[in-house]
């Protein structure tokens, strides 16, 4: 039986084994309907938009074309669609450029019809969430309510954001009394563990064969505790277990375990990918951490630009400033120019003190809690601890977490 409101999926594609593969898995799949098959014409934007796909999947040549151009071009028109890519093989290069070109998400070829459909819900999960959270509808009973997911994020990398993830938990720790989870969403050569002087075998890659009916019990056992109170759930340490995680192995270990915790923060470390940009999805509020050098202001400004094409509300970024008033660093009005945005929060530089604080592995803000980039933090914490964010309590696809619980649920029945 077909579902009431079934996700609209269009492909863009040649007649050939891509389209035949696309076809049957979506016609296994009640909740999926295929609105439409089109190849490149000059009239594909126009018969995009009459079709109101919610997920466009784009091969990645049609027509004998590449597709990058195309997929800018679907992803800044039709903001609230997703587009999802088809490689023709392992291509990181290739990868990145489709990402920055627009793309949520990509499936490399061969793929199988499991991998397809748990990207397009996992996509789509995410697209929901957005759309109620930052665009309810006006029938839809709106509700405030804290913010809960915080994605800490930097184009650039040894900029600080794993300082700033890791201080930011500690604050929520001590100014609340909420749960709070630290989740390193770094997967490779992530240090949370040096920075907390944590150890454990435990990861989250501990979780992945049980990514889609993870009981609590078993997520209290895989994360670290911190001796603040502070639950951490690590990257791995090895890289072959990391290159073994897909983007929906994260996305299921994620939205299996955010829901247990009241305040999650998320270190999303430094490159723009498809795990990154799935964590930046998720979050209410991502913050951008550049430091005063024009390197780092160029690629946070490159980010911005970036952002808007992933359709994130400008208040959804919050440009975090890390070592304001460096010594030759450039002047904070001059910043705001760059970055044409304004600087949510400063944390004043202070190297002596955040390179003890890694070496000993406890954070600025335990250590040196009287230091300016430790009031800092604090005063941060107190801002986002008093935003909000609205989300729609009654709709047709009910909140965003229980879409989200809905969309593990049926993943899980996937042959
Ligand atoms: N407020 C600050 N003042 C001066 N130095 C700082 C400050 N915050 C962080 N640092 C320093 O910046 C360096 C990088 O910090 P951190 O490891 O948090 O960055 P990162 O963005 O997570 O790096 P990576 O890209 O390697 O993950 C560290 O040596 C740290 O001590
Ligand atoms: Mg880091």
Known sequence: MAAV??????????????????????????????????????RLIREVRAAEPDLIVVDHMVGGQSTLDLIDELSSTFTESSVIAILPGE?????????????????????TQVNLISTLRRVRDLDV??????????????????????????PRGGVGVSTVAANLALGFQEETDKRILLFEGKLYFGHLDVMLNIRSQNTLAD?????????????????????????????????????????????????????????????????????SVTLMDAADRVL??????????????RFIQISKGLGYPTEKMLVLLNRAGMLGG??????????????FAHVADDNANAVRSINRGIPL?????????SKSYKKIVKQLNEMSVTEVTTSSYGTPSQSQREALMASSNLG
Do not use: K, W
């Not at 898995?25 to 999926?32: C, I, S, T, V």
């Not at 839809?140 to 930097?154: A, D, H, N, Y």
């Not at 109170?229 to 929906?248: C, E, F, K, T, Y």
């Open 5 to 42: 409101n079934p996700i609209r999926v269009l492909v863009i594609c040649d007649t050939g084994p891509v389209q035949e593969q696309v076809t049957a898995a979506l016609g296994n799949q009640p909740d999926f309907q295929l609105v439409d098959l089109l190849t490149i014409s000059d």
């Open 91 to 111: 291509d990181s290069l290739r990868a990145q450029q489709v990402m920055l070109a627009g793309a949520r998400a990509f499936l490399v070829q061969p793929f």
């Open 129 to 154: 969430r957005r759309l109620v959270t930052y665009h309810p509808q006006s029938a839809m009973e709106e509700r405030q309510r804290p913010l809960r997911i915080i994605t800490v994020f930097s």
């Open 207 to 275: 979780l992945v064969p049980h990514a889609n009916n993870m009981d609590d019990s078993l997520v209290f056992d895989v994360i670290t505790r911190h001796a603040s109170g502070v639950h951490v759930m690590l990257s791995p340490g090895n890289i072959q277990v990391a290159q073994g995680i897909r983007p929906d192995d994260l996305y299921n270990v994620f939205m299996g375990v955010q829901r247990l915790y009241d305040i999650v923060i998320v270190d999303a470390g430094n490159s723009l990918n498809e795990n």
């Open 288 to 301: 951008l951490v550049a430091t005063p050098d024009l390197a780092a202001l160029r690629d946070a400004s």
């Open 330 to 343: 450039v002047r904070p009005q001059d910043i705001e120019t760059v970055l044409h945005n304004q600087i």
């Open 365 to 373: 803000l335990y250590r040196y809690p009287r230091s300016p980039a």
